[in-house]
Each structure stands twice: as C-alpha cells, then as structure tokens.
C-alpha cells in the first residue's frame, strides 16, 4: 500500500511519491530560543519524528532538518533582561530543548541548522530577491513584496485582496505596501548585528527557513512541516520567498499538527495553563507522554488533563504487561505446533493493519488500536495450555516494531553500572583530546538516550541520572 499524506497546499490526501527514489528530504520548523519549550512545542518534535521513524521502517533514507532560532526580538530581550550574552542565553535553551526531545524518545535531526551560522546565506538569499526585483530596500530594512508573487495565499487558501484587508503598516515601518513583510531588519542602537549590503542589521523570521532550507536540502524538498499556527504566515512568507528566488517549487507536501488545549481551553500564558514540557517530564514517565500525544490523529486538536495523561499511562501498561508476560512464558514453553499457523496468520494481518493505519496519512492512533489488538490476541494466547516460542516472539517482534515506529520504549533496558558510566565519560575526554568530536557526542548522546546526562565544568565532567 501507497503511503498518502494530507497536503495542506491541495487540501486532500495525496500519494507520497519523493523527488528521488528511496530517499526524502523533510524540513521542520524549529523553537525560537529564549525559554524552556512547552508541550505545545513537543507535539510537533514526538509527532514529525513518529512521521520519520515510519519513512525509515518503510526504507526510505531521510534528511531530517530541525532548524533552531537562535537571534529575535524577544531572544534580544530576554537577554537584555538577565543581562546575558545572547549565545550563552540559546545555547543554553538549544541544549535544554534537546534534552526534552531525547527524553520524548526523539531521534536527533540530520541537522540542526542555527540563523547565526546561516548568515551568509541569508544575505545572499535576501540580496537576489531585491536584484529579482520581488524585494526592496528602504533605509536599512529590506522587504519583500506579495504582490510580486502571483501565487501568494494559495497555502493558506486565501485572496491577496483580503489578506490586505487584515493588515496594517505599524509606527516605525516604511513599507510600501501592508502586506510587504521583513526580509532584514536594520539594526537598533546596542543590539546584535550582522554587516550587510543594506548596512548593519539581521534577518526577518520568515527569510531564515527559506535559507537554512535551500542549504541543507536544496531548492525543493518533499516534506515541509510545522504546527498549524505557522502556516500562515510564516509558510506562507516561506513558500513566496522561496519560489520567487528559485522559479521553482518549494515544498511538495505540506504537513501540519494541531493545537493542544488544556482541560477544553487553549493554551497561553495569559490564562496561566501553560505547561513546560521540562516540568512534564520531571513529573510524568516521558513514555507515557508520548503515547498519550500520538493517541491522536496529529491534524486533530488534543486536550491534555491529568485524567486522560492517567488513562494513557493505564493504555501503556496493559500493552507492556501483555508484552512482559510473553516473555515470561517464553521461558516455559516449548516448540508446541498445534495451531501456530493460525496464530502466526492472526499476527501477520495485525502487523498489515498497522501498516495500514500509518499508510494512511501516519495515523498513529490507529496504530495504537492495533497494539490494544495484539494485547488482546496476546493474552487469549497465554490462555492455552501449550503455548509456541515461536509464537510468543512473534508476538513479542510486532509489539516491539509497533512501538520503535511510535518511537516509544517496550523493553527495559540493563541501567549502565556507575562502573560503565565513567569509563565511557574517560573515552568521551580523551575523544575531545583527539579532537574527535563526532564520537564525543556519539557517547552523549547514548548516555542521554539512556537518561544520564552530563555536566561539563571547570572542575570536570559531572553526571547524573535523569
């Protein structure tokens, strides 16, 4: 069966068929750096990276790129308020974000693109839509125009009339236009800054992923993703900038996830429910976490309380006891054939189903209503009297495959032995002495994955269990 994706461009599901044969390039759009991510934040990481971890199971290779922006306005001013570099502030927020994701069981990204390393291509990037005649440069700042691009409006399917309607020209802006959004921003008095043709300033938030994606993927991708607040009009700005510049397709298949409400309202700081995804975790099995939020359709909404987080940590353990108890029965069974064809056929229509479900634009929480069916066929079996090793691990292989694909932890892992921790910690040392970078951050991140997390300090490297 054909994987089908709804195309927020087209609106309707559609086959997946990428640019080149057995490989798919995918973008998703990243956090602004300045704070502690929320689980709103989190929804697209564990949701995007289940949309990965499927490609990958049905064999395709995938360049995954999460991009991190790490200078704004509001990063500006956060550091100005605790009186901080802005490098050691998202620095800061970049290693604290990565730590959320692994908890969550998310794989890292192919790459993790920053605004600040990606300067050079931003100004050129900039630079050729103002030759191309799309943008414009007034005292400073740079901005680019909808109108000069025929096809704006069509992501979020509205007209560029009404689209103007909506918008206003604020104090201090000298657009020509209200729609015309920023492409460079020319620099205040004090603040971070970057030379440019149009003198000293920094990028707008649109023209970054325009940039970072062009560099690490090319001019077109296949997958562009983000949650439902971006697509207009960042993806919006995004698709106009970049078909202007390349006279080409940007983004075949657009992919957006849904909001998160807390107890039935929406979630913001101005209500006071807003949930840090750090404090979640501190207080929530991180497995449990994820399968709650893959227990929705990822374009729907999803309503987090305590109540239903409980129901799904009730979900997660009846599948992983039917799981632990194959394994316990594994060790007094034996080589009983009676019926194994008809229970391996049972398993082999299950795995289908599953393969059916996340076909069928990666809904996951069809997915987990097959886990609830193998659990159910799983027990029934235990029932029997005799019982087949062979059909208890293929029992035990869906299972497991099931939940790897949702990227969620069936198997208890050995805890690595204090022992093993610092001899491992002794390898990274000497592997950043060797200048061996890429295994240093090879043995962290396996610690990570492993809930251990390290300190790097003047007196040492420190580390703790998670």
């Not at 499927?54 to 395709?60: A, N, P, R, S, V």
């Not at 030379?195 to 938030?205: F, K, L, Y």
Request: aromatic content about 10%; some cysteine.
């Amino acid at each position: 069966m054909t994987i089908t994706i709804y195309n927020t461009l087209t609106r309707q599901k559609e086959p997946f068929t990428p640019l080149e044969e057995g490989k798919v390039s995918m973008y998703v759009c990243g956090p602004t750096v300045y704070n502690f991510i929320h689980i709103g934040n989190a929804r697209p990481a564990i949701v995007f990276d289940s949309v990965r971890r499927y490609l990958e199971y049905k064999g395709y290779a995938v360049n995954y790129v999460l991009n991190f922006t790490d200078v704004d306005d509001k990063i500006i001013k956060v550091a100005n308020e605790l009186g901080e570099e802005i490098p050691t502030l998202t620095n800061r927020f970049i290693d604290a974000y990565h730590e959320d994701v692994a908890a969550l069981g998310v794989k890292k990204a192919t790459h993790n693109p920053r605004v600040t390393e990606t300067m050079d291509d931003i100004i050129t990037f900039v630079a050729t839509l103002v030759d191309k005649g799309f943008a414009y440069e007034v005292e400073g700042d740079v901005y680019f125009k909808p109108r000069s691009f025929n096809e704006y409006g069509k992501l979020s399917h509205q007209s560029i009339d009404d689209l103007r309607s909506g918008a206003r020209i604020q104090i201090g802006e000298k657009k020509e236009d209200p729609l015309d959004f920023a492409l460079w921003k020319k620099a205040k008095q004090g603040e971070i800054a970057w030379d440019s043709p149009w003198g000293q300033g920094r990028p707008g938030w649109h023209i970054e992923c325009s940039a970072m994606a062009k560099k690490y993927l090319g001019e077109t991708i296949d997958i562009h993703a983000g949650g439902q607040d971006l697509t207009f009009p960042h993806h919006e700005n995004e698709i106009a900038q970049s078909e202007a510049m390349n006279g080409k397709s940007f983004a075949r298949y657009w992919m957006h996830n849904g909001y998160i409400n807390i107890d039935n309202e929406k979630m913001s700081k101005s209500l006071g429910n807003f949930v840090l995804t750090k404090e979640l975790i501190e207080q929530h099995d991180p497995r449990i976490i994820r399968f709650f939020m893959l227990s929705v359709h990822y374009r729907n909404p999803i309503n987090f309380s305590e109540e239903l987080l409980e129901g799904a940590k009730s979900s997660y353990e009846r599948i992983k006891n039917a799981y632990d108890n194959l394994e316990h029965r594994k060790n007094t069974s034996t080589n009983f054939d009676q019926q194994v064809e008809e229970w391996e056929g049972k398993i082999s229509n299950l795995n289908q189903k599953f393969e059916e479900a996340m076909d069928d634009d990666f809904n996951t929480a069809n997915a987990i209503s097959v886990l609830f069916d193998l659990t159910k066929e799983a027990n029934l079996y235990l029932k029997s009297k005799h019982t087949s090793t062979k059909v208890i691990q293929s029992f035990q292989a869906s299972i497991a495959t099931i939940f790897e694909v949702l990227g969620i932890q069936v198997k208890e892992e050995e805890e690595l032995l204090d022992a093993d921790i610092d001899a491992l910690i002794q390898e990274r040392i000497d592997a950043r002495k060797n200048r061996d970078f890429k295994r240093a951050d090879e043995i962290r991140d396996t610690l990570k994955e492993k809930s251990i997390w390290l300190e790097d300090t003047p007196q040492g490297t420190r580390w703790k269990r998670g």
